[in-house]
């Protein structure tokens, strides 16, 4: 399986970015998602905004993540709506969460403010004056 993550504002990788996101793989007691929706009936989980992959998931606007075919993807809010139904306490950071289909296991997408560092002025900066000073 192969997930890419990219920064929406320069379409690309940053490393910054990605030590900011949490990925945290647990077992997951959903079950098979396909089995629950073809039984039917209400079921929390079903209500859930899922997303089918191949997509693009938006990270609440900090990044995207490509999902491949066999995965479903939530945002921020449906992850946080999977955490409690799986009674697993949400921190509040999280942008989206990753589940193969079989439902064995997730993956939360959490950005954490406190590691990341903006490089907005990486082009104008002048590294020899910065030395100088």
Known sequence: MQFAL???RTARAEPALLASLLLLGLLSPAGTVVARAQAGGEDPFLAIPWQEGPTTGDLGGIAEVDVPAGYLFTDGNGAR????????????????LILPVDGEWFVTLDFVPSGYVRDDERDTLD???LFES
């Open 6 to 8: 990219r920064d929406r």
């Open 81 to 96: 709506q999977f955490l409690e139904l799986n009674q697993n306490p949400p921190s509040g950071q999280e942008q989206g």
């Open 127 to 129: 590294a020899d004056a």
